[in-house]
């Protein structure tokens, strides 16, 4: 019988890759785990947790602004960025820690450095090479840059947080959500902002309302946003980065340039196609319903794979790979995952929550469906002064009154959604919602108190 160095070996140190490799070696199992940059992956580092850091420190100036309505006065403190980078820092620096202890405590040995498949059961790192049962890769993904004219002088979202100087002129290129997220996030920190899109509409993929509406709501907040636009050049002058448009579009004079049009699987280098590892079109490593790709012994989730790119994916599918391969913990039946009604948020001002299907969606799957939409001005706002307003949505699939889409774009949007996610994974119906009472006054006793549909369709 072959014997290995260790039971798995994991590829990456992301959300997904600790999971899996924590929970696995809590089995009991021998686990060896590579990364060659701080642990944690994107979320932690660069992605979802100092983002939303930004976030709440951009709602500041808004909600100096604000206060004077409600018999606050005086003049609004002005931003340090160099302090908040500091403390950003310093929070990540301190949950990079934790991720090394969780993994230490539950005795994963951490390889530092660059891992490679030699072939089904091999791994090289620098000079050394590991022996495994099995292997699972978790390398996430990586910002795309297209090649323009000028793209060395582009920064990725990876840049954003230490940026120096502050950007006083700021062009975001792109229109999903981490474009419109940045370009949020500095407009209300004090840059001046131009966000283009080749696009008509931000956000694909997105219910159509909820596209609208948040462009409408960003440019009240002063994002410039240009639709239908794209960057034909980028130069450097004594004045800044001169943009140019295409199309004889005016161009853009700024500090700095963000470009956030897409992000790939994290392969380049991992010796896939030596070990026989299959890739689609698009470079992610095909997997089936185990996550197993194309070699049985290698394994393979989160964003790499390219199905759903939310850190909460990636939990989910390490679950299942670590009860597949060395069993559920005690009394626990295995997981299995389901990508239905997974709840997500955008982190533009005002924020996005969103579960289930579009209405364009809806339509094409349902055979009726019911709207149900609001749009309000928040109680919060009737002596704020702000001109904000509220969205929101409800799609009901007619032949069995389950609740199929639910949008809001507004504050907080994604703890309000959060709860209402749990309801429909539950199959909550219309009638149920109807029959809740809501907590008032709250935004959210509006997705429980709209009786009357806007409009019905076969």
């Known amino acids: 019988m072959q014997t290995f160095d260790f039971d798995l070996f994991v590829i990456g140190g992301g959300s997904g890759g600790v999971r899996a490799a924590r929970m696995s070696a809590q089995r009991g199992a021998r686990v060896g785990l590579a990364e060659v940059a701080d642990m944690g992956g994107t979320c932690v580092n660069v992605g979802c947790i100092p983002k939303k850091l930004y976030s709440y420190a951009a709602h500041y100036a808004e909600a100096f602004e604000e206060s004077h309505g409600f018999g606050w006065v005086g003049k609004a403190p002005s931003l340090d960025w160099d302090l908040l980078k500091a403390n950003r820092a310093k929070e990540i620096s301190r949950l990079n820690g934790i991720y090394v202890q969780l993994l230490d ?38 910002a795309s840059v297209p090649a323009v004219p000028g793209h060395e002088h582009v920064l990725t979202s990876d840049h954003m947080f230490d940026l120096s100087p502050f950007p006083k002129r700021l062009l975001v290129v792109g229109g999903g959500y981490i474009a419109c997220e940045f370009a949020s996030i500095f407009n ?51 004045h800044g980065l001169q943009v140019t ?48 790709t194309s070699v049985a012994s290698i394994y393979a989730l989160g964003d790499v794979t390219a199905r759903i790119q939310l850190t909460p994916v990636a939990l989910g599918e390490a679950m299942v790979v670590v009860d597949q391969l060395f069993g559920p913990a005690a009394g626990k039946k295995p997981r299995s995952m389901s990508y239905d009604f997974i ?111 806007v409009k019905q369709a076969g």
């Open 188 to 238: 209300g920190l004090g840059a001046q902002v131009t966000q283009i899109h080749r696009g008509e509409k931000l956000l694909t993929g997105f219910d159509e309302d909820v596209r609208s509406f948040i462009a409408s709501e960003m440019r009240k907040t002063g994002v410039q946003l240009q639709l239908g636009t794209q960057v034909e050049a980028i130069s450097q002058t004594s």
């Open 105 to 142: 405590s539950a005795g994963v040995k951490i390889i530092k450095g660059w891992a490679r498949l030699i072939d089904a059961h091999t791994v090289e790192v620098g000079k050394h090479r590991f022996s495994a049962r099995h292997i699972l890769i978790s390398t996430g993904g990586t």
């Open 343 to 453: 709840a997500t948020a955008v982190f533009t001002h005002p924020n996005i929550g969103t579960v289930g299907y579009s209405e364009a969606a809806a339509r094409e799957k349902f055979d009726s469906i019911s709207v149900y939409r609001s749009d309000f001005k928040a109680l919060k706002h009737t002596l704020s002064g702000s001109t904000e307003r509220t969205l929101m949505k409800l799609l009901v699939d007619d032949a069995t009154d389950r609740v199929v889409g639910l949008h809001m774009v507004g504050a907080d949007a994604g703890e309000i959604v959060q709860g209402f996610a749990v309801a429909m994974k539950a199959g909550a119906t219309k009638a149920v919602f109807d029959s809740t009472i809501g907590i008032h006054p709250t935004a959210a006793e509006e997705f429980v108190t709209m009786r009357e549909p």
């Open 245 to 292: 448009l295409k199309g004889g579009a005016e161009a853009v004079t700024v500090d700095a340039v963000l470009y956030a049009t897409g992000r790939v699987p994290n392969t380049n280098g991992l010796g896939l196609e030596a070990a026989g590892v299959a890739v689609n079109a698009g470079g992610a490593i095909q997997v089936n319903e185990h996550y197993q």
